[in-house]
């Protein structure tokens, strides 16, 4: 079972790899872009020392940067280790996925090799899994475009924790490795086209030949590329795209020449496309393939001139980052979401409810008097008493206008059915699972968790919230109910958990006690959680333990 504080850290752990990964597009050129690789290992990923070795164009790799020690980096920086010796050590040691590891049991027998080494001596460690001085662990980054052309080695050591990295960590890795060859290959096709373009700035008189160039550079860019009329009335208008937009977006040029790329992208992202600039705009949006289905792309803009003094155009290179934001998305889920049931966890269920609640208390309803007032103008009246003009209850969100509003949560009173429906807090501790546990063990227990969960989530409906606290607690969010509704609903969750559940041949069995709290502005989320889970104890002890049985 996780630590309640592991999501918070994974948590952080996904910011600081985000930001590793944002800061590779920043470098303007290839060494730069291979500093901030070498850099980003050391601020974002929790090692020590980072190397970044690149192939050259004779197949052998150069150290091309070194971030952690400035020493090693002036020893060892623009060595040449020869390819023979580095395929001999991407062969060697444990393959954890696309990363090797090389223990320093086995990693002796490369001291004497000519690969390029920095390393100190060290005692054996004290236990399994922590990190050696003579460790190795290397991140292979390959050329995108589907192959597996190896494009260079990240090589990392000393990890800050000490340890060998977990799974987390491993992945976080090769996720960089990935994102670092794309910003390589981007940087060596950057440079590529600066020099066709400044060759068609500068060489009117080879117009022909620098057109050439472009041309190549254009139509064989691994990643998307489109050129676009500027101003008058066809401005956006597509007017050439090379084979990779063309593959990317499952359309034939002819048919790209009939669009811009604002009928291409997303309703929600037509936002972001409008404030990209012209000339050095960024954005990340979704563009539409032919089957209908979406595509996340990272769009970079230039502008060229067709010639001097002649009719500007928009140069888009346009790259597919679908699978990063799929690892984006899936790290969030993960961070988010228990890993045993695919609930909600902790963390995201506080997040839900404070988005629900303020700290200011529910205002008495306004008077007929000041809301006249309200209805007249009289603004100041109306936010004093947390009515609003427009006829809704609320206060105003500081920063906006008196129009702005929040809809307080109220709590239904339970001893007289007024009608008020409120956000109801049913916090439910699982009867008889500790003994299934001590009996049957944990993968009977986990079993019981996730059809416990399972029973809970078709028992609600769409727009409600059920999540995993930890242990056997679950809690169930569902607005819009009086207090007679969630008692039903409780019966409802409770009768839904009492039947057998079958594990592994075996049928067994237990109960559920709710307790039905209610959130309220003016709480806080701890508070409105303390609540139901008092309410549930009260009510677990006025059940005799006959109905509470389970085993």
Request: net charge negative; aromatic share 6%.
């Amino acid at each position: 079972m996780e630590a309640e504080s592991e999501p918070y850290v994974r948590l952080a752990t996904m910011r600081q790899l985000h930001q590793a990964v944002a800061d590779l597009n920043t470098a303007r050129s290839l060494a730069d872009t291979l500093q901030t690789v070498a850099d980003g290992i050391v601020a974002g990923l929790g090692y020590e020392l980072g190397c970044v070795n690149l192939v050259r164009p004779d197949g052998d790799l150069v150290i091309a940067a070194f971030a952690g020690n400035a020493a090693a980096e002036a020893l060892i920086t623009g060595r040449v280790g020869s390819r023979a010796s580095w395929e001999r050590r991407l062969s060697m040691g444990e393959a954890w996925d696309d990363l090797r590891f090389i223990p320093h049991t086995e990693g002796w027998v490369l001291l004497d090799d000519d690969v390029p080494q920095w390393h100190t001596e060290g005692p054996e460690p004290r236990f399994e899994d922590e990190w050696h001085p003579l460790d190795r662990l290397y991140a292979p980054m390959y050329a995108s475009g589907g192959g597996r052309d190896l494009l260079g080695v990240i090589s990392v050591d000393r990890p800050r924790n000490g340890r060998r990295p977990g799974a987390w960590g491993r992945e976080a890795l090769q996720m960089y490795a990935s994102q670092a060859a794309i910003a390589i290959s981007n940087a060596r096709l950057r440079a590529n086209m600066q020099r066709a373009l400044v060759r068609l700035e500068r060489e009117q008189q080879a117009l022909r030949a620098s057109e050439e160039s472009f041309r190549q550079a254009f139509e064989y860019a691994p990643s998307g590329m489109a050129i676009a009329e500027m101003g008058g009335d066809q401005h956006g208008r597509l007017l050439r795209t090379n084979d990779a937009l063309c593959r990317l977006l499952g359309r034939p040029a002819s048919v790209l020449r009939r669009y811009s790329f604002a009928d291409l992208v997303h309703p929600e992202d037509i936002g972001t496309l409008l404030r990209t600039s012209a000339e050095g705009g960024r954005a990340e949006l979704r563009l539409s393939r032919r089957d209908g289905t979406y595509l996340w792309v990272s769009l970079r803009n230039s502008v060229v001139a067709d010639a001097a003094d002649g009719p500007r155009f928009l140069l888009t290179h346009v790259e597919d980052i679908e699978e990063r934001k799929r690892h984006e998305l899936n790290l969030a889920h993960r961070a988010s979401h228990d890993a045993l049931t695919g609930l909600p966890n902790s963390a995201e269920l506080k997040s839900r409810l404070s988005a629900r609640i303020c700290e200011r208390p529910h205002s008495p309803a306004a008077t007929a008097i000041e809301a006249l007032d309200a209805a007249y103008g009289d603004v100041e009246s109306s936010l004093t008493h947390g009515y609003q003009a427009d006829g809704y209850e609320g206060e105003a969100i500081p920063g906006g206008g008196p129009f702005d509003h929040h809809v307080h949560t109220v709590a239904p009173d339970p001893e007289h059915d007024d009608g008020t429906k409120g956000l109801a807090v049913l916090f439910c501790d699982l009867d008889g699972f500790k003994s299934i546990n001590d009996r049957f063990g944990h993968h009977t227990g986990d079993a019981v968790l996730i059809e416990v969960a399972r029973r809970l989530s078709t028992c609600v409906r769409d727009g409600d919230t059920v999540a995993r606290l930890g242990g056997d607690e679950f809690v169930v969010l569902a607005d819009g109910l009086g207090a007679a509704d969630a008692a039903d609903l409780a019966v409802r969750l409770r009768n839904a958990i009492i039947p057998p559940i079958r594990v592994d041949g075996r049928a067994v069995r237990v109960g559920a006690s709710f307790g039905i709290g209610w959130a309220e502005c003016g709480m806080s989320v701890e508070e409105v959680l303390r609540s139901a889970d008092q309410r549930m104890y009260v009510e677990k002890r006025s059940r005799s333990k006959v109905h509470r049985r389970a085993g």
